[in-house]
């Protein structure tokens, strides 16, 4: 197995399990190859702190976005959505002709 067919494998254990094919090539692989090993561990590392981190924010009211910004956002977005559909209705509105 080469590195980069490691660091796919890595990044898939992530979200899916190997097969168990999957799983003893890339353990061996990782067994030999510092650079793999040292990615397998920082990725481990990062997903750790982006779960620990989402824990906080979802304990932290004062991150929390206050009923008026939701509102305010909340209609940028619709505003912005209409004004894509209308744009597809009218072409020629964007025309720099």
Known sequence: MDCKHASHLVSQAQDTKLTLGQRFSLRFHL????????????LALLREAMRQASLNIERDEHIRLSPDAHQRISLAIQSGRQSIVDAGRNPDQHSTN
Do not use: E, G, V
Not at 31 to 42: E, G, H, Y
């Open 31 to 42: 067994m030999l190859c510092d650079a793999c090993n040292r990615f397998s561990r920082q």
